[in-house]
């Protein structure tokens, strides 16, 4: 489906490889933050909900500047590399502080000293996120490798998602140290120190960019009006978000329904790493499958597993950890697929867009994307969290049956929602590879057209 050789298996390595640095320190974000700051730290977890709910507001300015910047960044180190180079040395500060905030701070912390460090953070995380995604896109123009690109850079966060759980508890059990939430938290943070600019440093020496269509003239608005217009883009774009959503609900109440319903502080991040051992031993399954039977049949099959699982956790209750691991191993087989193929089908979406206009948009509609993502994370902190105390439930105090209970039913209902609406949406998902084909080869013919009617135009006026 291509003409340029195909990527070395190295270069797709070497390319994955700043996923596991940002999936450090952002993870723990939505898994451990709001447990460890209202639990331990004794913030209001209303508070926290809201607080790392506004701290994404700034995204509405930076994302799409960001975005619009890197697709006319000119200069010799490339339009993505000089983004995610200090987008890298503010995620890794904010990590830090976030993550250990008291070893250079002294406790109480402040609701203020949590939101100024989370913004810089996602700060950080967007100058990273959305030229690195954008680079992605650029990479190839087959199809199929689209997906084993998504699949190399999906791989090694799910191996970022491993260790956030799996080295504080293997750390717990060397040294008694890593076992509980606060504990994981500080050693995840002082991972990500030297995560970020180690393995980004060796994605930006070693991997070339490629200038896949000309530099965008295009005003940032009309960017964006071409994109709300484009419907394929927006169908893409309202199931992935409303996945996302479900799965950010999930995480940020997920602390709290092991901790409080199945009683299983000390051992989550253990059960965790069914979940995530699930991801990693799932995606290559899916990454096959996507080829053989194509990327929206793929991605539908692995949302309805979400569907059909997610009410599963009703059934479980205090000490019902063997049910978990299961619970959780089943529902990280359904999320192995969700971030690869959803990534390889925007790279289609991308490429459409771009060969239609004739110039690069993948920062902007990248930048469109990372902000719905980061805005439907944001929504599900401040939305599931202010909501469970409003039920009565309070994770620093007493809980009788009738709180367990409200947490065990917002942990479930609202995400089960979010996933049956986003399948019925996909379904209606128009590109298939045989589709991108034919509408690749109209554009080719188009330009064509162009280039012999600018010739003939050229010698009209030599005559």
Not at 6 to 15: E, N, R
Not at 270 to 286: Q, R, T
Not at 395 to 400: A, M, R
Request: proline share 6%; aromatic share 12%; net charge neutral.
């Amino acid at each position: 489906m291509s003409d340029r050789p195909p990527l070395k298996q190295s270069t797709l390595m070497l390319f994955a490889l700043p996923e596991y640095a940002v999936y450090l320190a952002s993870i723990p974000v939505l898994l451990y933050l709001p447990f460890v700051y209202s639990k331990d730290y004794g913030l209001e977890l209303a508070d926290v909900g809201l607080i790392l709910m506004l701290a994404r507001i700034s995204d509405v300015i930076t994302d799409p500047l960001i975005g619009y910047l890197s697709d006319r960044t000119p200069g010799r180190f490339g339009q993505r590399k000089p983004w995610i180079a200090g987008g890298a040395l503010l995620m890794m500060l904010a990590a830090f502080q976030l993550f250990n905030p008291t070893v250079l701070t002294t406790p109480p912390l402040t609701n203020s000293y949590l939101l100024t460090w989370a913004i810089i953070l996602w700060l950080g995380w967007t100058m990273i996120n959305i030229p690195y995604y954008a680079w992605g896109a650029e990479l190839s123009d087959d199809v199929d490798e689209r997906t084993r690109i998504t699949g190399w850079r999906q791989a090694f966060g799910f191996l970022g998602n491993v260790s956030v759980l799996a080295v504080p508890v293997v750390a717990g059990e060397l040294t008694g140290y890593g076992g509980l939430p606060r504990e994981g938290l500080t050693i995840i943070g002082s991972m990500a120190l030297v995560a970020l600019p180690l393995l980004i440093t060796i994605t930006l020496w070693r991997v070339p960019e490629r200038q896949a269509y000309p530099t965008p003239r295009t005003p940032i608005m009309k960017n964006i009006n071409t994109m709300l217009s484009d419907g394929s883009f927006m169908l893409l774009f309202s199931g992935f978000m409303l996945m996302s959503l479900g799965t950010a609900w999930g995480s940020a109440t997920f602390m709290l329904f092991a901790t409080f319903v199945v009683e299983a502080e000390g051992q989550t991040q253990a059960i965790l790493l069914g979940y995530y051992g699930a991801n990693i031993l799932a995606l290559p399954c899916w990454v096959y499958l996507a080829g053989r039977i194509g990327k929206k049949p793929t991605w539908m099959i692995g949302a309805v597993l979400f569907v059909f699982i997610t009410p599963t956790f009703l059934l479980l209750g205090a000490g019902d950890l063997a049910g978990f691991f299961v619970c959780l191993a089943i529902y990280g087989i359904a999320g192995g697929n969700f971030g690869a193929i959803s990534m390889s089908m925007k790279a289609d979406v991308i490429e459409l867009a771009a060969r239609k206009r004739g110039e690069n948009v993948a920062g902007a509609y990248i930048a469109v994307w990372s902000l719905g993502q980061k805005m439907v994370s944001a929504l599900a902190l401040g939305l599931a969290l202010p909501f469970l105390q409003y039920l009565g439930f309070n994770p620093s105090g007493h809980n009788g049956p009738d709180e367990i209970h409200a947490l065990a039913m917002v942990y479930v209902f609202p995400p089960l929602l979010f996933y049956a609406i986003s399948v019925a949406i996909i379904y209606r998902y128009p590109i298939s590879a045989e589709r991108l084909i034919k509408v690749r080869a109209a554009f080719a013919r188009r330009d064509a057209r162009r280039a012999q009617s600018n010739r003939d135009t050229s010698q009209e006026l030599t005559l």
